[in-house]
């Protein structure tokens, strides 16, 4: 056992220092990986202590075998004061093993072992084992089935996500989000799941988007949004191309609302721009931006518009010129 498991073990027995809960916390914060390491450690935690109770363990001679099988060979055995919190570390610790070892059985068997992909700071373009290539929006995380090529299976769990999937009409592309399935053969579409909330753009081919026994066929250029808690299925026609920008850094506007050009921005640009005015807000605006500064962008919509921006306490303010 690692001292980084150790540290997570302390942290989740609440029996950490507030210096070493910090350390766990900036350390899961580092990585979107690191989150998903977490919280399948924390799975694994949770079964050792379900199983604690009902447990006979002889937790020093376990302590001390598990010891002797990873110390160095003719290694003279050290004198050892075992740590002692309120569940009792080394019972747990030696369940912990057992149910780590019980886990990874049943991923194996399950099919259910999956790798995780996190973009991090910056957009990020991977291929999948079946040729499949996905781009990842800014701080976007998934994860998928170590047996891909026969098992195409996907959890994503937060961010943007854009799929162009390799034909494969014996293996469907499934992609689960939250209670959202989402199946396709050969495609191209993108997924965003942020604020409890998922949508579904297609460009090309065929998604069937499916919750709770409801489902929907969507075709190129529909969508559908989904929100958590419900289980409402609406096919709409996507009007703007604004889910492409942070792929081709194009901003594509036909008729499209103010506000959701200003929420593209704060997203690529990672600012705080604010419109308090709800005039200004419903504004359409039709225009391009090809791989365009913000300063100019903004420039430009304040022109058109006639209005201003002012910054304050970090905010860039769009307000009417009075």
């Known amino acids: 056992m690692s001292d980084r498991d150790e ?10 220092s507030t210096e070493e809960n910090t350390e766990v916390l900036q350390w899961i914060a580092e990585d979107p990986a ?3 390491y977490y919280n399948q450690f924390k799975k694994i935690w949770d079964t050792s202590k379900v199983l604690e109770p009902k447990s006979t363990i002889d937790e020093e001679q376990a302590w001390k075998n598990f010891k002797a099988k990873v110390a ?61 290539t996905i781009t990842m929006n800014r701080n976007s995380l998934l994860s998928f089935a170590s047996n891909f090529t026969d098992h ?3 959890r994503m769990q937060k961010g943007e996500i854009f799929f162009k999937v390799t034909p494969n009409k014996e293996k469907p592309f499934i992609i689960d989000v939250e209670k959202v399935k989402i199946k396709v053969v050969g495609t191209s579409f993108n997924v965003k799941y942020l604020n409890e909330q998922t949508e579904v753009i297609v460009e090309t081919g065929i998604v069937k988007v499916s919750i709770s026994g409801a489902d929907v066929e969507l075709h190129k250029g529909e969508k559908v949004i989904v929100k958590n808690g419900t289980t409402e299925l609406k096919k ?6 604004l889910y492409t920008f942070y792929r081709n850094k194009t901003l594509i506007l036909n008729n499209t609302p103010l506000s959701k050009v200003i929420e593209t921005l704060n997203d690529a640009y990672q600012v705080n721009i604010v419109i308090e005015d709800p005039q200004i807000k419903n504004l359409l605006l039709t225009t391009t931006f090809p791989e365009d500064s913000l300063d ?4 430009t ?14 905010k860039i303010l769009l307000v009417n010129k009075s």
Not at 236 to 241: F, G, K, L, P, V
């Open 7 to 16: 540290l997570l073990i302390k942290h989740l027995l609440d029996e950490a």
């Open 34 to 36: 690191n989150q998903e």
């Open 72 to 132: 160095p060979p003719n290694q003279q055995e050290a004198k050892v004061v075992p740590l002692r919190y309120k569940y009792g570390w080394l019972k747990i610790a030696a369940i912990f093993l057992i149910a780590a070892g019980l886990w990874s059985t049943y991923r194996i068997f399950s099919g259910a072992d999956y790798i995780s992909v996190g973009a991090g700071k910056e957009v990020l373009v991977k291929t999948l084992p079946d040729g499949s």
């Open 152 to 154: 195409r299976a996907i």
């Open 236 to 241: 709409e026609i996507n009007t703007d191309q």
């Open 296 to 299: 100019h962008i903004l420039q």
């Open 301 to 314: 919509i304040c022109e058109t518009f006639n209005i201003k921006q002012v910054h304050s306490e970090g």
